[in-house]
């Protein structure tokens, strides 16, 4: 496996128009979206209010994976996008496995952004109070999606202006829901708190993961952040902090407010909870707060696949064209634009779960191969090792890295198990009947699929590599 250089390019094209407050607002934003709107009342169903404590265990786990992050980008790595594939394959000396989790983080991400786009249409047209139609939903997701596009294809610093906006409002209307909600809940409501003992909790921490994955989207705006290197770390534990609080408070006045019963079955569970004591206006309020969250989440959703693109393509193992930056706007137009076609086509055609549901373990096994990374680093490339700024205790990363490992290796075994179930119950046919393919064969077919792409763009870019030393010897000839 070729090895790649050790330095890293600094002419991505990219224009570094975002500060820490544009970088704070891209994490935050991400993080309080539909995980804590949606995710929360469904998680009721698997473990009754105990939601509340699953929130705090999963929490270590998450800051533990984050200081693979802020090592990586306290290096010359974190003056690029590329994130883990340009941190695992730097570290590993080889494409090939970064090259997978890449191909796999990228459709995940694309059926993120088509998730979330549907359910901010869904959450719009209920709140609508009848301006909205049901059959009016895949109209307004696609319109979503168009809207973000010309943003991000605008400029990245609009991107950041329009996100620090958003998050405003989100911050305001959690404010207005958690505070005079506190005095608001019954203590009846948290009983009992286990429902369904330890098993029900354990299987309540994969889909409440959905609500912190998606935090490591931070580290591809390194290319576009001002003195990246040194902003980018310390923002992610603070970041994951702020989140963390924001999620235990939101869910301890949810389920402290209203029967667990009716959140899960609530289309606008927030705002439910919110009408309970607060007047109708403050009440529309936290569902405009709401809007916020899953627009934050599509705004920064919607510029991870392109910068993974430029990095991909500028080791020649996709088409350059893929990872080009118009010079006009110092954005990926044609990066942005595939990912407005793929999420728009799986949106119209009603496919998103084949994306969707491989999102989360796709992002786990990239997280623990991330820390893994980390972990090996002084061995596998001291170079690099050695260029870590970050202040950091090397027996802090490791012992950060092996706890992450762990928390992600857990996962990723529950998720196996429960597939495993499903596996031996029903056949191959019907799960393709009932669209019910499971998360790990899902994982495997587009693990395949990356794995032909990867073999084509390492011909590829062999080929081109080859035709310009050639060139290069022919007019060494010429000039002779």
């Given at each position: 496996m070729a090895s790649p250089p050790e330095k890293v390019r600094q002419s991505s094209g990219l224009r570094r128009d975002l500060g820490t407050l544009e970088s704070y607002a891209a994490l935050i934003g991400i993080l309080i979206g539909a995980g804590?709107?949606?995710?929360?009342?469904?998680?009721?169903?698997?473990?009754?209010?105990?939601?509340?404590?699953?929130?705090?265990?999963?929490?270590?786990?998450?800051?533990?994976?984050?200081?693979?992050?802020?090592?990586?980008?306290?290096?010359?790595?974190?003056?690029?996008?590329?994130?883990?594939?340009?941190?695992?394959?730097?570290?590993?000396?080889?494409?090939?496995?970064?090259?997978?989790?890449?191909?796999?983080?990228?459709?995940?991400?694309?059926?993120?952004?088509?998730?979330?786009?549907?359910?901010?249409?869904?959450?719009?047209?209920?709140?609508?109070?009848?301006?909205?139609r049901v059959e009016d939903r895949l109209t307004v997701a696609l319109a979503s999606l168009i809207f973000f596009y010309v943003v991000h294809a605008a400029g990245v610093r609009w991107f950041g202006r329009l996100q620090v906006a958003m998050c405003l409002?989100?911050?305001?209307?959690?404010?207005?829901?958690?505070?005079?909600?506190?005095?608001?809940?019954?203590?009846?409501?948290?009983v009992p708190f286990f429902t369904h003992g330890l098993s029900g909790f354990a299987a309540?921490?994969?889909?409440?993961?959905?609500?912190?994955?998606?935090?490591?989207?931070?580290?591809?705006?390194?290319?576009?952040?001002?003195?990246?290197?040194?902003?980018?770390?310390?923002?992610?534990?603070?970041?994951?902090?702020?989140?963390?609080?924001?999620?235990?408070?939101?869910?301890?006045?949810?389920?402290?407010?209203?029967?667990?019963?009716?959140?899960?079955?609530?289309?606008?569970?927030?705002?439910?909870?919110?009408?309970?004591?607060?007047?109708?206006?403050?009440?529309?309020?936290?569902?405009?707060?709401?809007?916020?969250?899953?627009?934050?989440?599509?705004?920064?959703?919607?510029l991870v696949p392109s910068r993974l693109a430029i990095m991909v393509s500028r080791d020649r193992l996709a088409p350059r064209w893929l990872g080009s930056v118009a010079g006009a706007t110092g954005t990926p137009v044609m990066g942005l634009t595939l990912t407005l076609g793929a999420s728009a086509l799986l949106l119209v055609s009603g496919q998103i779960s084949l994306a969707l549901n491989i999102a989360v373990f796709a992002l786990v096994l990239l997280y623990f191969l991330h820390s893994l990374a980390l972990l090996v680093l002084p061995l596998a490339n001291p170079r690099l090792f050695a260029s870590v700024t970050v202040r950091i205790s090397p027996a802090v990363q490791r012992s950060a890295a092996l706890v992450s490992m762990i928390a992600m290796g857990g996962l990723i075994a529950l998720q196996v198990v429960q597939d495993a179930g499903t596996l031996s119950s029903l056949s191959f046919a019907e799960r393709i009947s009932k669209h019910s393919l499971t998360t790990v064969e899902l994982s495997a077919i587009w693990a395949a699929v990356g794995a032909a792409i990867y073999a084509l763009g390492r011909r590829r870019g062999a080929q081109e590599r080859h035709d310009y030393q050639a060139a290069l010897t022919r007019s060494h000839a010429s000039d002779g």
């Amino acid at each position: 496996m070729a090895s790649p250089p050790e330095k890293v390019r600094q002419s991505s094209g990219l224009r570094r128009d975002l500060g820490t407050l544009e970088s704070y607002a891209a994490l935050i934003g991400i993080l309080i979206g539909a995980g804590i709107f949606k995710v929360t009342g469904q998680a009721w169903l698997l473990t009754g209010p105990s939601v509340i404590l699953a929130y705090v265990v999963l929490a270590p786990a998450i800051l533990a994976t984050s200081v693979a992050y802020s090592v990586f980008l306290s290096t010359p790595l974190g003056r690029e996008p590329g994130g883990e594939y340009t941190h695992i394959s730097r570290t590993f000396g080889g494409y090939g496995l970064a090259f997978v989790g890449a191909w796999l983080k990228i459709i995940s991400y694309i059926g993120a952004l088509a998730y979330l786009a549907q359910a901010l249409a869904e959450y719009l047209v209920e709140i609508s109070g009848g301006w909205l139609r049901v059959e009016d939903r895949l109209t307004v997701a696609l319109a979503s999606l168009i809207f973000f596009y010309v943003v991000h294809a605008a400029g990245v610093r609009w991107f950041g202006r329009l996100q620090v906006a958003m998050c405003l409002l989100l911050g305001i209307s959690i404010v207005v829901l958690v505070l005079p909600g506190l005095f608001a809940i019954r203590p009846r409501n948290y009983v009992p708190f286990f429902t369904h003992g330890l098993s029900g909790f354990a299987a309540s921490l994969s889909p409440l993961f959905f609500a912190y994955a998606g935090f490591e989207s931070l580290a591809q705006t390194a290319g576009e952040v001002r003195d990246s290197t040194r902003r980018l770390p310390a923002i992610f534990a603070r970041g994951i902090l702020i989140a963390t609080v924001a999620y235990v408070l939101i869910s301890t006045v949810a389920f402290g407010v209203l029967p667990g019963s009716r959140l899960a079955g609530s289309p606008a569970p927030m705002v439910d909870v919110a009408a309970v004591y607060l007047p109708v206006g403050a009440a529309w309020f936290v569902g405009l707060g709401a809007v916020m969250a899953l627009t934050t989440s599509v705004n920064a959703t919607m510029l991870v696949p392109s910068r993974l693109a430029i990095m991909v393509s500028r080791d020649r193992l996709a088409p350059r064209w893929l990872g080009s930056v118009a010079g006009a706007t110092g954005t990926p137009v044609m990066g942005l634009t595939l990912t407005l076609g793929a999420s728009a086509l799986l949106l119209v055609s009603g496919q998103i779960s084949l994306a969707l549901n491989i999102a989360v373990f796709a992002l786990v096994l990239l997280y623990f191969l991330h820390s893994l990374a980390l972990l090996v680093l002084p061995l596998a490339n001291p170079r690099l090792f050695a260029s870590v700024t970050v202040r950091i205790s090397p027996a802090v990363q490791r012992s950060a890295a092996l706890v992450s490992m762990i928390a992600m290796g857990g996962l990723i075994a529950l998720q196996v198990v429960q597939d495993a179930g499903t596996l031996s119950s029903l056949s191959f046919a019907e799960r393709i009947s009932k669209h019910s393919l499971t998360t790990v064969e899902l994982s495997a077919i587009w693990a395949a699929v990356g794995a032909a792409i990867y073999a084509l763009g390492r011909r590829r870019g062999a080929q081109e590599r080859h035709d310009y030393q050639a060139a290069l010897t022919r007019s060494h000839a010429s000039d002779g």
